[in-house]
């Protein structure tokens, strides 16, 4: 492979071992090892990429130097709440469930219609998970409480009630 010397020996290995980003690092390794006139089959055996993918690397070097080994911005889908709307919706999440629709747990499904009716968006479940994640809230659910529930009840049967299962004084003899 032809590389184009942007950057020295000591220079390249310097670049990569002082790097932060191991995706850039190991890109510059590659660079680095092919600048030292190592095979493809050679790069592939030390950084673990594909043929191509260091193909790809020495040509980017060639045409831009380090900077071209860079990592360009990905744009991705754009999100469908603006970030007023996550807001409403985490302060609508917060509030709980309304029972509007039978609803006691917000679970996924509960989610999806809350996003549906109240600001018009279609999620899918795995969306909805991400969505979630992605504001700072996790999988883990209360037990759900029955709107009508007296506490203190409750309370007062934790004390009375029994500690463990009466067992039978009973031996039950197993039949020959």
Request: contains cysteine.
């Amino acid at each position: 492979m032809n590389i184009k010397p942007h950057h020295t020996l000591k220079e390249l290995q310097r670049l990569y071992r002082s790097e932060t980003n191991a995706r850039l690092a190991r890109r510059i390794h590659g660079v680095y090892l092919a600048s030292k006139g190592l095979t493809c089959p050679q790069i592939t055996g030390v950084t673990g990429s594909a043929r191509r993918t260091i193909q790809q690397w020495v040509a980017k070097y060639n045409t831009g130097g380090i900077e071209a080994l860079k990592e360009s911005p990905r744009c991705g889908q754009p999100t469908k709440l603006s970030r007023e709307q996550e807001q409403a919706f985490c302060k609508r999440i917060e509030a709980g469930s309304k029972n509007r629709a039978g609803v006691s747990v917000l679970n996924g499904h509960a989610i999806k219609k809350i996003l549906e009716w109240e600001f018009a968006v279609n999620y899918s479940l795995w969306g909805i998970y991400h969505l979630l994640h992605r504001l700072g809230y996790s999988c883990l659910c209360p037990r759900p409480q029955h709107e009508k529930a007296d506490p203190q009840a409750q309370q007062e049967f934790k004390k009375t009630s029994s500690k463990r299962w009466i067992r039978s004084n009973q031996n039950i003899q197993a039949k020959r």
